[in-house]
């Protein structure tokens, strides 16, 4: 089965441009969490969507949006980048089939895309 | 809401020696709190996880203890190995199912050969 895939892998962009990111989880994963890295803060829960719908917002602005398509698939969205959004964006993919064996829905998670913001 | 601490930031350990990552949460409604482990170049991997109604865990190598009334949970690492060196994250969520993780800020381990 393959894993979450995230395109692209790197992205250099400029201030004030905007962005967006894709993900597709693993064949089957309804659900696509989007987390931001940076050596500072560590892994921060972006949002998440099931089934085309937003379940769960963390706390970044509205410059931070995304979408989940009928196939899973999802992308976000950073519009006016500013230089403290060059981070690695990770999108993990669950299946809630499984958390009635596991407890809890475990997370897989891709490559992550690697953003810089000059 | 939920926030979990994570000590030390870094780590360095000899070879075959053991390594013990610590790790507090805030919310006493948490009750799953998985260990995630990430390679250079690489997303996070779930090496090993523990609910609130087991007070440990083991799977090979590594264990993790869980303390509900100190609300803190521990990886341990034993016979270390060169392969072992990452970063590992911690996270606990409040609700099994559909909350978010709140992870802490990892700490890099380093094994020295």
């Known amino acids: 089965k393959a894993g979450v895939t995230q395109t692209p892998r790197y992205l250099i962009k400029t201030r004030g441009q905007q962005v967006t990111l894709s993900c597709s989880p693993i064949?089957?994963?309804?659900?696509v969490s989007w987390y931001q890295q940076t050596p500072g803060q560590g892994l921060q829960f972006l949002f998440e969507?099931?089934?085309?719908?937003?379940?769960n917002k963390g706390n970044f602005p509205g410059r931070f949006s995304g979408r989940q398509f009928s196939n899973s698939r999802s992308e976000m969205n950073v519009s006016t980048l500013e230089l403290g959004d060059s981070a690695l964006y990770l999108c993990?993919?669950?299946?809630?089939?499984?958390?009635?064996?596991?407890?809890?829905?475990?997370?897989?998670f891709g490559p992550g895309t690697r953003l810089t913001v000059l | 809401g939920e926030n979990v601490e994570q000590h030390p930031s870094t780590l360095s350990v000899q070879e075959g020696d053991s390594a013990v990552i610590k790790c507090t949460y805030s919310?006493?409604?948490?009750?799953?709190f998985p260990w995630y482990k990430q390679e250079l170049g690489k997303g996070p991997q779930l090496i090993i996880d523990?609910?609130?109604?087991?007070g440990e865990k083991k799977d090979q190598r590594i264990a993790v203890t869980l303390n509900k009334t100190a609300k803190h949970f521990s990886l341990h690492i034993t016979e270390t190995q060169p392969e072992d060196s990452a970063v590992y994250f911690c996270?606990?969520?409040?609700?099994?199912?559909?909350?978010?993780?709140?992870f802490g800020k990892g700490t890099r381990l380093s094994v020295i050969a």
């Open positions: 993990a993919s669950s299946s809630p089939g499984l958390a009635g064996v596991k407890g809890y829905n475990e997370q897989f």
């Open positions: 064949s089957g994963h309804r659900s």
């Open positions: 969507y099931f089934s085309e719908t937003q379940r």
């Open positions: 919310d006493s409604a948490s009750n799953y």
């Open positions: 523990i609910r609130s109604n087991v």
């Open positions: 996270a606990a969520t409040p609700n099994s199912g559909n909350t978010p993780l709140v």
